[in-house]
Nanobody, 115 residues
Framework: QVQLVESGGGLVQPGGSLRLSCTAS????????MGWYRQAPGKQRELVAV???????NYADSVKGRFTISRDNAKNTVYLQMNNLKPEDTAVYFC?????????WGQGTQVTVSS
């Protein structure tokens, strides 16, 4: 099993910034993908940003130019730098990883963008 621990969520005003972190631990064999999804109240979970081996990244159109995903392979950690946050970014953000042993999810961290 792989465990994912997220941190960095909170309350921020529109236009502000937050940085999310997620560290994987446990029986890690070979991580192919790490990234972030989010789920707002009453909506389906959606992809925010993912990074795969070879430093390939994929972003949701709604966050391109504002969010940056990065990964520290030595620490099995993925980061999400979120700038120019908007009220519509309010959601629970979930860390995700695809390892050779399967898919794993974190518990989620709340991000609230409000004045």
């Amino acid at each position: 099993q792989v465990q994912l621990v997220e941190s960095g969520g909170g309350l921020v005003q529109p236009g502000g910034s937050l940085r999310l972190s997620c560290t994987a631990s446990g029986r890690i064999f070979s991580i192919y993908v790490m990234g972030w999804y989010r789920q707002a109240p009453g909506k389906q979970r959606e992809l925010v940003a993912v990074t795969s081996n070879g430093d390939r990244t994929n972003y949701a159109d709604s966050v391109k130019g504002r969010f940056t995903i990065s990964r520290d392979n030595a620490k099995n950690t993925v980061y999400l730098q979120m700038n120019n946050l908007k009220p519509e970014d309010t959601a629970v953000y979930f860390c995700y990883t695809l390892d050779i042993s399967g898919e794993f999810w974190g518990q989620g961290t709340q991000v609230t963008v409000s004045s």
